[in-house]
């Protein structure tokens, strides 16, 4: 006979160990750490998805907003251990898009339908604040009915303020992962969680909606960083939710670590969606890398936005933060019909207003 592992204990109590989240929609630490070790319990899993897709529903209906994301520059100055762009990975032929590049990416994004760009790169030193604060003008001008996310990177106070002014709405900084060992781990000693999290209590005074995030699988990472990353997204109460597999580069120090757990990234969604009831919460390219149906798991696991690619064809294999990275499929811009269908079958619609933050005005 096997010898007892305790999993019927564990079987009988994950009813209770879901409990204050479907309640209360918060966690306490405990609480918290209870309800991921769940995480293998298929009918614990089971009851928190349709708690997730039911409030999704109760908040966004069947709609899953798309955003154009257009990935304007693969240069920059830090050395994150997990991504392909990093400065010292000499391999990245890189590449810098003009201002006038991206206005003409924002012209074709807007011809297809989307009120949403997201301007993403490295932290390149060329795109000065001066720089930024002339581009966001520019594009808020041109596009008065746009929503406009930036998504470069750790700058000062001053600077998110002039961007702020400039018309910027939206500013995504994953904080990767709220514990200190763990951020460590990830990032080379001039980096610090500290600074990253002021950035994003930062943006959140300037009245930015903001988006932070974490990998799931990162090296390194334990159940007890996920409770940390959870209470963190509980106490800095983000607009947006950025939340996928790690993936490992081949040039990278990580190149050789495993993928982190499609159905724990799944978990988390449903868990975030749960605690932020009204989050934007996008189904990740990396989901999309990781599995062919990921994205479409992602919405049915309480997930509601896409980004769709903008940048021009010839950058897009250069902006390589993991491996197989897609890049000409239906997260393509181009294919947002074939995308539309996807999301139709899927039993969801594809809209393309600038779909903010449900609750409040902006
Ligand atoms: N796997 C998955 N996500 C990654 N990112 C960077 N490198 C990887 C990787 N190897 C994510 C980071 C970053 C976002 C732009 O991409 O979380 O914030």
Redesign the pocket.
């Given at each position: 006979m096997r010898p007892d592992t305790g999993r019927k204990e564990k079987g009988m109590n994950w009813n209770h160990n879901i409990a204050p989240l479907l309640e209360k929609g918060s966690l306490t630490r405990e609480e918290a750490r209870k309800l991921l070790a769940c995480a293998e319990e298929k009918e614990a899993v089971k009851k928190v998805t349709e708690e997730a897709v039911k409030i999704r529903k109760q908040h966004y209906g069947d709609k899953v907003f798309v955003r154009g994301l257009i990935e304007f520059t693969n240069y920059c100055k830090n050395n994150c251990y997990?991504?392909?762009i990093r400065r010292d990975n000499s391999h990245v032929s890189r590449y810098r898009l003009t201002e006038e590049e991206i206005l003409e990416c924002c012209a074709s994004g807007y011809k297809l339908g989307f009120r949403t760009f997201v301007l993403?790169g490295g932290e390149d030193g060329w795109y000065t604040d001066d720089r930024m604060v002339w581009l966001v003008s520019q594009i808020k001008k041109t596009y008065p009915d746009c929503a406009l996310t930036l998504?470069i990177g750790e700058r000062s106070r001053e600077a998110y303020q002039r961007f702020r002014e400039a018309g910027a709405d939206r500013y995504l900084l994953?904080h990767?992962t709220a514990r200190q060992d763990h951020y460590e781990r990830l990032h080379p000693k001039e980096m610090s969680l500290a600074n990253r999290k002021q950035c994003l209590y930062w943006l959140k005074e300037l009245g930015y909606q903001v988006g932070a995030?974490f990998?799931v699988g990162s090296p390194g990472q334990t159940m007890d960083s996920l409770v940390e990353d959870l209470m963190f997204l509980q106490e800095l109460q983000p607009e947006m939710a950025?939340v996928?597999?790690?993936?490992?580069?081949h040039e990278t120090p990580f190149g050789k670590e495993p993928a982190g757990r499609v159905d724990l990234t799944l978990f988390l969604l449903s868990v975030i969606r749960i605690l932020l009831p009204n989050v934007l919460l996008p189904a990740t390219t990396?989901l999309g890398t990781l599995d062919g149906n990921g994205r479409e798991k992602g919405l049915a696991a309480g997930a509601n936005v896409l980004m769709p690619n903008l940048s021009p064809l010839q950058n897009r294999k250069k902006y390589d933060?993991?491996d197989n990275k897609i890049s000409t499929g239906e997260e393509a811009a181009e294919c947002l019909s074939s995308l539309e269908k996807r999301v139709a079958k899927a039993g969801y619609r594809l809209v393309y207003e600038r779909g903010d933050f449900a609750g409040r005005i902006v």
């Open positions: 997990y991504c392909g993403q998504s994953r990767e995030g990998m950025g996928g597999p790690f993936v490992p580069h990396a933060l993991y």
